[in-house]
């Protein structure tokens, strides 16, 4: 019907904007690296590429007007955590290794002229003009980024306005 044909449709809207389905399109590669002589494993080598590092890249490129982004073929929902445990980045909670890969599905070279006009695009820059931080960029015409395998929350809803109230 019309209205099944309407919904799919939204769903499958719905999934590209929240990550649970593969996007295709043009975009920007962004690769973060180590300092030339760093040590990955230290936790304390300050030219070690760190999760805050790769977490502002991702900042940068949402704030820039990417589509849908992943990191190292890890696609970001809104729900995807990137953090540090020792000396490994995880993010949605699976390590990843060197260089770190960020592809981003948007207008690559608007991407490319606003990522370091961002407030984490700077902080980015910093680290990468203090401590040797390698961070290169890349327009592609296309990128395919993976469905995320991350769970569905199972307790969220949506409230209806039409039946439940609102306390204030």
Same mark, same amino acid.
């Given at each position: 019907?019309?209205e099944g044909? $309407? =919904?799919a449709?939204r769903i499958?809207?719905l999934? $590209? $904007? ?5 996007? @295709?399109g043009p975009? #920007?590669?962004?690769?973060?690296d180590s ?5 990955? /494993?230290?936790?304390?080598?300050p ?9 502002? $890249?991702?900042?940068? =490129?949402?704030?820039?007007g990417?589509?849908a *982004?992943?990191v190292?073929?890890v696609?970001l929902t809104?729900?995807?955590? *990137?953090?540090s ?6 993010v949605?909670?699976?390590?990843? =290794?060197?260089?770190?890969r960020?592809?981003?599905i948007?207008?690559?070279?608007a #991407?490319?002229? @606003?990522f370091?006009?961002?407030?984490s695009?700077r902080?980015l ?7 040797g931080?390698?961070?290169?960029? @890349?327009q ?5 980024l993976?469905a995320?395998t /991350?769970?569905?929350?199972v307790r969220?809803r949506?409230?209806? #306005?039409?039946?439940d109230?609102?306390?204030?």
């Open positions: 019907s019309d044909a $309407a =919904l449709e499958g809207s999934e $590209a $904007a929240t990550g649970y389905t593969a996007v @295709e975009g #920007l590669v962004v690769v973060l300092a030339d002589g760093s040590d990955p /494993a230290a936790t304390d080598d030219g070690r590429v760190l999760d805050t590092d790769v977490q502002n $890249a991702v900042n940068a =490129l949402w704030a820039s990417a589509e *982004i992943a190292n073929g696609r809104s729900t995807t955590a *990137i953090r445990a020792g000396a490994a980045i995880l949605d909670f699976r390590p990843l =290794l060197p260089p770190y960020v592809e981003a948007g207008d690559g070279a #991407l490319a002229v @606003e370091p006009r961002t407030t695009g902080e820059d910093d680290v990468v003009q203090q401590f931080v390698k961070l290169s960029f @890349e592609a015409t296309s990128l395919t993976p995320s /991350a769970l569905l929350p969220a949506v409230p209806s #306005l039409a039946t109230t609102v306390a204030g």
